[in-house]
C-alpha cells in the first residue's frame, strides 16, 4: 500500500562503492522498520540490513563492516551505503517498509539493480 521508490544502482567495480536510497510516498506516524534484501539470479531473496524506528541496525553476516543503513526520519527515507564491493553483492536489491499499527504491514520496492565486476 506504501509506495517505495528505490535508486542507486548502477556498475561498480570490486573494492567499489555505491549508495541505494529508498523513499516512502507518505508519512507514517506508527513504529516501522525498513530494510533492504537482495536476490542474485538462481537464488532466494535475502536480509541485508534493516532499521528500526529507535535506529537499532541488524545486518547480514556477508555485508557486516562493508555496509551501513540509515534513515531519515523526516522524510522516512532509508538508506544503503555499500563499501568494499565484491562480486557476490550482484543481486537486484529490495528495500522493504513494515509498519506496526492494528496489524502488521509490508511493502516493497520494485527493486534496483547492483552490478559488481571487474
Known amino acids: 500500500q506504501v509506495q517505495l521508490v528505490e535508486s542507486g544502482g548502477g556498475l561498480v567495480q570490486p573494492g567499489g562503492s555505491l549508495r541505494l536510497s529508498c523513499a516512502a510516498s507518505?508519512?507514517?506516524?506508527?513504529?516501522?522498520?525498513m530494510g533492504w534484501y537482495r536476490q542474485a539470479p538462481g537464488k532466494q531473496r535475502e536480509l541485508v540490513a534493516t532499521?528500526?524506528?529507535?535506529?537499532?541496525?541488524n545486518y547480514a553476516d556477508s555485508v557486516k563492516g562493508r555496509f551501513a543503513i540509515s534513515r531519515d526520519n523526516a522524510k522516512i527515507t532509508v538508506y544503503l551505503q555499500m563499501n568494499s564491493l565484491k562480486p557476490e553483492d550482484t543481486a537486484v536489491y529490495y528495500c522493504?517498509?513494515?509498519?506496526?499499527?492494528?496489524?502488521?504491514?509490508?511493502?516493497w520496492g520494485q527493486g534496483t539493480q547492483v552490478t559488481v565486476y571487474s
Open positions: 507518505e508519512s507514517i506516524f506508527s513504529i516501522y522498520t
Open positions: 522493504n517498509i513494515r509498519i506496526y499499527y492494528s496489524s502488521i504491514r509490508d511493502s
Open positions: 532499521i528500526t524506528s529507535a535506529g537499532r541496525t
